[in-house]
């Protein structure tokens, strides 16, 4: 949460970008795009639907759409990334996908 305040603040932007398929952490705009096993549809319970106004998810490794979403919005603060995926059952980026980002 502190992150997205901070590039919130340094960029006069609201838009925050998450790469889906990784863990972001469970504050309520980062469980965007997160459902209820089985639904496909259901997002997660007890989060109002208005935090998400400003929040929106990219599918990883997708450089084209990540680009174009920042072409649509262009108020992006923010792209949040997990780069290496570790033990949470994500999907790692691949190798460069950091890089095209910047």
Not at 30 to 36: C, K, S
Not at 89 to 102: D, L, M, S, T
Request: proline share 7%; with cysteine; aromatic share 8%.
């Amino acid at each position: 949460m502190l992150a997205i305040r901070i590039a919130r603040v340094a960029t006069n932007r609201k838009w925050i970008i998450k790469i889906g398929g990784s863990y972001h952490g469970w504050s309520d705009q980062l469980v965007y795009d997160m459902h209820v096993p089985g639904t496909k549809l259901l997002e997660s319970h007890g989060i109002p639907k208005n935090v998400f106004k400003f929040t929106d998810s990219c599918p990883p490794n997708d450089i084209e759409t990540l680009r174009q979403m920042f072409a649509e919005k262009r108020k992006v603060a923010a792209v949040i990334i997990e780069p290496m995926g570790g033990e949470s059952g994500a999907i790692p980026v691949r190798p460069g996908f950091n890089k095209e980002v910047e």
